[in-house]
């Protein structure tokens, strides 16, 4: 079984993840992680801290000679601006000098998280709630990345709307849509005057000291059918994929092919019709996502999902302090204006470790040899 599990604070000197059941006999470099993370850094309306950092993932465990040998892998990737944070982010008693944060932050996790563990100062919510944190996931589906490409799976993400400009569900062809028309853009959005449409609601909205929202898609093209199952809720592989999506910082909706649209259509304007052609089975549509009874049906797996507007603005929200409880305007903390083309790219991640666990999981074997003689069998055994 593929596990993960992350480690680390904003402003703390690293942060770490390790993976667990990846098989041995993959090779993986810190080459192959870099392009992801750079991604996440990108991306019209992105703020001062990712002109600090320069993430790069360092493989500490797991790996020798270029090839995982089955142990489990670690990756640690370094904070930069720790070293500007050590006094008020360090470990030991000695030296501590910490500036407490109390004037709550509306939309973060600052209020239930003080709430809840009983914190007075709410550093200790944000420094592990702020979506730092996620570069440790691009870094970790990066892995995942690299070994499904060995079976022909692609994943990849667009902006499909920021704020009141939306290219809507059928204004990209996700079928031919490529990695290169999507990175031309500085939005990641594949449309071109669409994206300069949203360069400059985001240029606008800036202006303003606010923040905005959207929409992107992700695409997993390739995926064998047959991945999840339908017998158990918690083995529906939708469910688990909306999961792992819901989980990253902001996130408020997802759907899965038609979806929400499909609400108001009927049951004849909606359901993908089958066919056999080619000694294979096909849908003519694919307005379930590419899943059906929580199983992959062989069609490619396409999810919308909505993301909020970053909720810390320069021009702040009025709060209350958490410990005198008085009317005050909310804690700055630097922050972006649009985090939607980068957020693309962490569900790409996320999509890729939830579908590196499925695949081995349906597949098995502990080498690549065998999870590749596995996997040849069984496309074998269904006529592909």
């Given at each position: 079984m593929l596990r993960w599990l992350t480690a680390g604070e904003s402003h703390g000197p690293?942060?770490?993840?390790?993976v667990e059941g990846l098989p041995a006999g993959l090779e993986i470099s810190e080459e192959d992680l870099r392009r992801d993370l750079a991604r996440r850094q990108g991306g019209h309306g992105r703020g001062g801290r990712q002109q600090i950092e320069t993430d790069r993932a360092r493989i500490v465990s797991g790996v020798r000679g270029g090839v995982t040998?089955?142990?489990?892998?670690?990756?640690?990737?370094?904070?930069?601006?720790?070293?500007?944070?050590?006094?008020?982010?360090?470990?030991?008693?000695?030296?501590?000098?910490?500036?407490?944060?109390?004037?709550?932050?509306?939309?973060?996790?600052?209020?239930?998280?003080?709430?809840?563990?009983g914190h007075t100062d709410?550093?200790?919510?944000?420094?592990?709630?702020?979506?730092?944190?996620t570069a440790t996931r691009v870094a970790a589906g990066g892995v995942a990345r690299?070994?499904?490409?060995?079976?022909?799976?692609?994943?990849?993400?667009?902006?499909?709307?920021?704020?009141?400009?939306?290219?809507?569900?059928?204004?990209?062809?996700?079928?031919?849509?490529?990695?290169?028309?999507?990175?031309?853009?500085?939005v990641r959005c594949p449309d071109p005057d669409a994206s300069a449409q949203m360069v400059a609601e985001i240029d606008n909205v800036a202006a303003q000291g606010d923040t905005i929202g959207g929409t992107?898609?992700?695409?997993?093209?390739?995926?064998?059918?047959?991945?999840?199952?339908?017998?158990h809720?918690?083995?529906?592989?939708?469910?688990?994929?909306?999961?792992?999506?819901?989980?990253i910082n902001a996130i408020k909706g997802v759907e899965f092919g038609a979806g929400f649209q499909g609400a108001s259509r009927h049951g004849s304007d909606f359901h993908d019709q089958i066919e056999y052609e080619g000694g294979r089975f096909r849908h003519l549509t694919n307005r379930a996502g590419g899943l059906t009874g929580g199983m992959?049906?062989?069609?490619p797996i396409d999810m919308r999902v909505a993301i909020k507007p970053i909720s810390t603005m320069k021009k702040p929200m009025w709060s209350v302090d958490l410990i005198t409880k008085e009317p005050v305007e909310a804690h700055y903390e630097r922050s972006d204006v649009c985090v939607v083309p980068a957020a693309g790219v962490i569900g790409e991640a996320v999509v890729a470790l939830t579908l590196a666990e499925s695949f081995l999981e349906k597949f098995g074997g502990?080498?690549?040899?065998?999870?590749?003689?596995?996997?040849?069998?069984f496309l074998e055994s269904i006529g592909q």
């Amino acid at each position: 079984m593929l596990r993960w599990l992350t480690a680390g604070e904003s402003h703390g000197p690293q942060l770490t993840v390790i993976v667990e059941g990846l098989p041995a006999g993959l090779e993986i470099s810190e080459e192959d992680l870099r392009r992801d993370l750079a991604r996440r850094q990108g991306g019209h309306g992105r703020g001062g801290r990712q002109q600090i950092e320069t993430d790069r993932a360092r493989i500490v465990s797991g790996v020798r000679g270029g090839v995982t040998i089955g142990s489990p892998l670690t990756l640690v990737l370094e904070n930069k601006d720790h070293a500007n944070w050590t006094a008020q982010m360090g470990a030991s008693k000695e030296g501590f000098a910490p500036k407490p944060v109390t004037r709550l932050r509306p939309g973060h996790a600052d209020l239930a998280g003080a709430l809840k563990y009983g914190h007075t100062d709410i550093r200790n919510v944000l420094e592990r709630s702020s979506a730092r944190e996620t570069a440790t996931r691009v870094a970790a589906g990066g892995v995942a990345r690299k070994l499904l490409s060995h079976f022909g799976v692609e994943i990849l993400s667009f902006t499909q709307s920021i704020g009141t400009v939306d290219i809507g569900y059928e204004g990209c062809d996700i079928d031919s849509v490529t990695t290169e028309m999507i990175e031309a853009s500085s939005v990641r959005c594949p449309d071109p005057d669409a994206s300069a449409q949203m360069v400059a609601e985001i240029d606008n909205v800036a202006a303003q000291g606010d923040t905005i929202g959207g929409t992107f898609r992700i695409i997993a093209r390739g995926v064998p059918p047959g991945l999840g199952s339908y017998v158990h809720w918690d083995r529906k592989l939708d469910g688990r994929l909306a999961q792992a999506v819901l989980s990253i910082n902001a996130i408020k909706g997802v759907e899965f092919g038609a979806g929400f649209q499909g609400a108001s259509r009927h049951g004849s304007d909606f359901h993908d019709q089958i066919e056999y052609e080619g000694g294979r089975f096909r849908h003519l549509t694919n307005r379930a996502g590419g899943l059906t009874g929580g199983m992959t049906n062989g069609e490619p797996i396409d999810m919308r999902v909505a993301i909020k507007p970053i909720s810390t603005m320069k021009k702040p929200m009025w709060s209350v302090d958490l410990i005198t409880k008085e009317p005050v305007e909310a804690h700055y903390e630097r922050s972006d204006v649009c985090v939607v083309p980068a957020a693309g790219v962490i569900g790409e991640a996320v999509v890729a470790l939830t579908l590196a666990e499925s695949f081995l999981e349906k597949f098995g074997g502990d080498s690549m040899g065998e999870l590749k003689r596995n996997h040849r069998s069984f496309l074998e055994s269904i006529g592909q």
